[in-house]
């Protein structure tokens, strides 16, 4: 029965690596939808070559910050409880390497191909993790801190938090030391349009990373003992809602709409376990407006030139989901308890700092010693033939 069980937590979790691993399909082609065709083919690149990277630094450095681990030993020491040690990496792995998914989509168009794998690596084997042990891990006495003042832990199930909005607020200072692309915001105060090249591909990513979002948030018990079926329907309660709440506030666009289902997932992530869905429609709602009148206010009022509103969407609604667990959490309110507000406001307070500091240091850094951004030429003419020496669709050579 210890075989089953082991072997049945392991197909579980793997199951789970799978789906999350397909999300990164999603997060390829939400960002080859949104930006302009001459740069499709490196959002292409940049994603997958990402997650070779985050793969290489997490399993020598990132996941042994995390949680201890090491894996430069025996295959008869890895295969114990039929290799569950790895599955879990694998999963926790695709997690991990979401990081750099996100940051891809603020820093599109017009960012260099190298650096931003040497900051994949640093970021995804040091920063990321570091906040990671912290939450997941009882790494440095924080958790029990908090457990022996407040009366309980900071929660974050399926990653509001240690994920998206570290994702987001990473993202934020790497979009701000790059600046907006040449031509976005003119001298005279009018802004250029860059619609989205293709509305297909960007709901294709969009439907990808929803339906992989159930991998995501009901694996997040890594267990098939502490799965739960409320973690799904709060995961589809808050996609409905931040589906509807775009389509309100976003009056029709389709970007908003196909962002809005992202929104409420990205909210509910932390939450899901313990929330009514009533709840988690309304945590889901919140973040899908939260989305469009963000996005818009750091894209037409600010300046911000965030290509695909990374910041809105994953930091500012994944901190609004830490919060919202420490709300809609509480047996006021519905949910199942064992959770209080101040630890999730103090830890998503600290993964805001955490992520700041972590990514000016690292593209601060990078910036001043080999700079971050394509040139003018190379911006006018594209990422894909400055970069890869090809377009998404290169015309057939004439047939002499």
């Not at 997941?136 to 938090?161: M, P, R, Y």
């Not at 939260?290 to 206010?297: A, I, K, P, R």
Request: charged residues 10%; neutral net charge; proline residues 4%.
């Amino acid at each position: 029965m210890e075989a089953v069980q082991s072997g049945g937590n392991v197909l579980f979790i793997l199951l789970g690596a799978i789906m999350v691993l397909a999300m990164h399909a999603g997060f390829a082609f939400l960002e080859v939808g949104t930006v302009r065709k001459k740069n499709q083919v490196n959002a292409l690149v940049k994603i997958l070559t990402d997650f070779a990277v985050s793969t290489v630094a997490y399993f020598f450095i990132g996941y042994g910050i995390a949680y201890g681990v090491h894996f430069l030993t025996g295959v008869d020491t890895l295969m114990e409880k039929n290799g569950f040690e790895l599955t879990r990496f694998f999963f926790l792995l695709t997690f991990a390497a979401a990081i750099p998914a996100i940051i891809s989509g603020g820093i599109a168009e017009r960012a260099k191909f190298h650096p931003q794998l040497i900051a994949t690596f640093l970021l995804v084997g040091f920063v990321y993790p570091f906040f990671e042990g912290i939450a997941w891990n009882q790494a440095f006495g924080i958790q029990a801190w908090l457990k022996a003042t407040f009366g309980e832990e900071f929660h974050d199930f399926a990653g509001s938090v240690v994920v998206h909005a570290m994702g987001g607020w990473i993202a934020l200072p790497a979009v701000l030391l790059l600046g907006a692309r040449y031509g976005r915001y003119g001298k005279d105060g009018r802004i250029s349009a860059h619609p989205p090249s293709s509305i297909p591909f960007l709901a294709l990513g969009a439907w990808i990373l929803t339906v992989g979002w159930f991998g995501f948030n009901v694996m997040s018990a890594q267990t098939l003992d502490r799965i739960s079926g409320l973690v799904a329907l709060n995961s589809l309660m808050a996609m409905a809602g931040g589906t509807l709440a775009a389509l309100l506030f976003g009056k029709n666009d389709p970007g908003f709409v196909h962002n809005g289902p992202l929104a409420g997932l990205v909210a509910v992530c932390a939450g899901s376990d313990l929330m009514h869905p009533i709840g988690a429609l309304a945590v889901g709602s919140i973040a899908g407006g939260l989305f469009v009148f963000m996005f818009t206010l750091t894209q037409n009022r600010w300046k911000i030139d965030d290509v695909l509103g990374v910041w809105p969407l994953h930091g500012l609604c994944g901190a609004w989901g830490g919060i919202a667990a420490g709300i809609f959490g509480s047996k006021a309110l519905g949910g199942a308890g064992g959770i209080a507000f101040m630890p999730q406001l103090i830890m998503t307070g600290l993964a805001i700092v955490v992520a700041m500091i972590g990514s000016l240091l690292v593209y601060g850094s990078l910036k001043a010693v080999m700079g971050l951004r394509l040139d003018q030429e190379d911006e006018y003419q594209g990422a894909d033939l400055a970069i890869h020496r090809i377009t998404a669709t290169p015309e057939r050579e004439p047939n002499w």
